[in-house]
Structures are given as structure tokens and as C-alpha cells.
């Protein structure tokens, strides 16, 4: 039986009928069905293939993913979500 790597959650051999590889297709991490799981440690949804979100190797679902690349840049997002909640005077209530 062919084994795809360690899993990605419980750092077991993933053989291939137990799960699938996931990832962007150059960083490919493989993971048990079972432990395709949101990485947020309140949350363990689990994913399908189909919606999760990929974050530093790491499955989240949609609403846990971080959006913020690591180290990346903190000011520039928030200046953008202040233009985003920024209501032209004159408009609105
Ligand atoms: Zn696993
Ligand atoms: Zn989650």
C-alpha cells in the first residue's frame, strides 16, 4: 500500500486509502481524512476539500484562516480596512 507522508495533524504515516494530500501543489502536506480538521484550537471543524483554507501548512476553515501573511504587513491592512469603513460626509445617515 502506498503511503503519501506523515500527517500534517498527528504526524502518522498517511496511507493512501486513509487520506489525500492537500496544499498548494508545490507544498503539499499530506493528512488522514479524519484529521482534515480547522487548526484553530477552539474550533475543529471539519473540512472538505472542497472550502478549506491553507495557512502555513496548516487546514483552517474559512472564518479561522489568518488572513495576515506571517510577518507581513499589519499597518497596510488596517489602513485598508479604515478605507473600507470610511463613510463620505454627506452619505449615509
Ligand atoms: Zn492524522
Ligand atoms: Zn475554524
Redesign the pocket.
Known amino acids: 500500500m502506498s503511503n503519501l507522508g506523515k ?6 504515516t ?1 496511507y493512501a486509502l486513509e ?1 489525500f494530500r492537500f496544499g498548494p501543489p508545490t507544498d503539499q502536506k499530506p ?2 481524512k ?2 482534515f480538521k480547522c487548526s484553530a484550537p477552539d474550533c475543529n471543524w471539519q473540512l472538505n476539500v472542497g472550502t478549506y483554507k491553507s495557512y502555513d501548512g496548516k487546514p483552517y476553515c474559512s472564518s479561522h484562516c489568518p488572513t495576515m501573511p506571517r510577518g507581513g504587513d499589519a499597518t497596510q491592512a488596517a489602513a485598508t480596512k479604515a478605507e473600507m469603513n470610511f463613510v463620505p460626509p454627506g452619505q449615509g445617515h
Open positions: 500527517c500534517a495533524k498527528c504526524n502518522k498517511v487520506g493528512v488522514h479524519g484529521c
